[in-house]
């Protein structure tokens, strides 16, 4: 069901899930050309269309590019109008989250959302190091105060172990998650959740984002805190830089997003 995630233009501009390689395979790539001049945003009946030029965007699948709150519509449209003379889909997370929903998960949520608590069955912020102590105060100070608001806001009970042997999870607490997954069933959130999820290896640090308990760069900080420790201590290549810095990119796009649809929420 992962599949469905990864950018439906798999084999055009996206070519592969993975932000570093996809770049690498555009520079190879023959981008098209900025046949547009403006960018903006109409309002319609069942929310607000992306329009280029005045006439409507559609998504690969040729659905109208529709979002139901112009805050979300003009994310997208402004990603539009930053394009240089050619158009690169890489610089555009936003617009392929939003393909991704409207063509993809719109069709089945419920898979999208059984993904996401797969994750949580093996939740990054439940496997803790056992050394050496700075890692491991540093997961504590992080990791702490989600599992706690867990506990206490959404009443799932984690189990922790410390190493990387699976520790199984009361079925009762991927229930309770379950359950509030269920109220985040419209397909632009479950998308931006699910990407949150996946690029953090938290289902929890994602929730605590859409709760309003983490803002994105929080969420961030705290679903690499090994990364960074390792970082600290032997190094980076530029590489691993890039393909961070691009983890990164549409990671906050997805946040961007959540923030924007909470509006047509109402929260």
């Excluded at 700075?134 to 009970?157: K, S």
Aim: aromatic share 6%; hydrophobic share 45%; with cysteine.
């Amino acid at each position: 069901m992962r599949d469905i995630l990864n950018d439906l233009e798999a084999g055009k501009q996206l070519s592969d899930p993975d932000p570093v390689r996809r770049a690498q395979i555009q520079m190879k790539t023959h981008l098209p050309k900025r046949f547009y001049k403006t960018a903006s945003v109409a309002p319609l009946d069942d929310g607000f269309a992306v329009h280029l030029d005045g006439k409507p965007v559609r998504t690969p699948g040729q659905a109208l590019l529709v979002l139901p709150t112009e805050k979300a519509a003009r994310l997208v449209a402004d990603e539009f109008a930053a394009q240089g003379e050619t158009i690169d889909p890489v610089t555009m997370p936003v617009m392929r989250l939003v393909n991704t929903a409207i063509d993809g998960v719109a069709s089945d949520p419920q898979a999208v959302l059984e993904d996401i608590l797969r994750f949580a069955s093996s939740d990054l912020l439940c496997y803790r190091a056992d050394a050496p102590q700075g890692l491991v105060d540093r997961q504590n100070e992080h990791w702490d105060p989600v599992i706690d608001w867990a506990r206490t806001a959404l009443g799932a009970r984690f189990h922790l172990a410390e190493g990387v042997i699976h520790v199984e999870q009361p079925r009762e607490t991927i229930a309770v998650l379950g359950v509030h997954l269920a109220q985040r069933k419209d397909p632009l959130r479950l998308a931006s959740i699910h990407v949150m999820t996946s690029l953090t290896g938290s289902a929890l640090l994602a929730l605590a984002i859409d709760f309003g308990e983490l803002d994105g760069e929080a969420a961030w900080t705290a679903g690499h805190v090994d990364e960074d420790w390792q970082a600290e201590h032997w190094g980076q290549d530029a590489e691993a830089v890039a393909r961070r810095s691009a983890r990164k990119r549409d990671m906050l796009a997805a946040v961007s997003l959540l923030e924007a649809l909470k509006v047509g929420f109402g929260q």
